[in-house]
């Protein structure tokens, strides 16, 4: 097994207890457990919120783009013979 897979598999069984000992403080501790869940999940939009509004708050406006060289009327251009 790769330390990779490894690294997985601690993850998933730590997923599952975390899943087990959540249900168990639903069934033991309902309200309080409901209100800390619903207030994280409310805090953790914020934040994000928060960071998205404080990157466009301190990042600098781009700077506008050149428009490209327009070929000047004097440039030698080939001459249709007849």
Sequence with gaps: MSRDQAIGAI????????ILVYAWFIYAFPLIV????AFLAVAAV???????GWTM???PSPTPLEPDAVPSETS???EKQT
């Design 11 to 18: 993850m998933l069984v730590a997923c599952v207890a975390g």
């Design 34 to 37: 409901l209100q800390i869940t």
């Design 46 to 52: 914020l934040v994000i919120l928060a960071w998205i």
């Design 57 to 59: 708050a301190t990042t």
């Design 76 to 78: 030698p251009s080939p």
